[in-house]
């Protein structure tokens, strides 16, 4: 089993930046893809980020890209998501989660960190 916990949520206010962190343990982070979901109140969970384990691909869903950045530091097996410009539609319940390799559905997945932007 891999463990993720995230941190770094809160509250902030619109056109502000927050950047969390989702530390893992109890697998070789070096061989998961690493990723980060959002889910709004009375929405479904939505894909934001992710960044292979290899560390040479990176994508974003459309509404994020040029506004927020997934980056991972392997020696402390952490992934964060700097999210700048953020929006009151930001809002939500961020989640880091994990897959082995590149390839299927991500398998581990952290509690999760309330991001709420106000406007």
């Known amino acids: 089993q891999m463990q993720l916990a995230e941190s770094g949520g809160g509250l902030v206010q619109a056109g502000g930046s927050l950047r969390l962190s989702c530390a893992a343990s109890?697998?070789?982070?070096?061989?998961?893809?690493m990723g980060w979901f959002r889910q709004a109140p009375g929405k479904e969970r939505e894909f934001v980020a992710a960044?292979?384990?290899?560390?040479?691909?990176?994508n974003y869903s459309d509404s994020v890209k040029g506004l927020f950045t997934i980056s991972r530091d392997n020696a402390k097996n952490t992934v964060y998501l700097q999210m700048d410009s953020l929006k009151p539609e930001d809002t939500a319940v961020y989640y880091c989660?994990?897959?082995?390799?590149?390839?299927?559905?991500?398998?581990?997945w952290g509690q999760g960190t309330q991001v709420t932007v106000s406007s």
């Open positions: 989660a994990a897959r082995y390799g590149s390839a299927g559905a991500f398998d581990y």
């Open positions: 109890g697998r070789t982070f070096t061989q998961y893809d």
């Open positions: 960044r292979s384990w290899s560390g040479t691909s990176t």
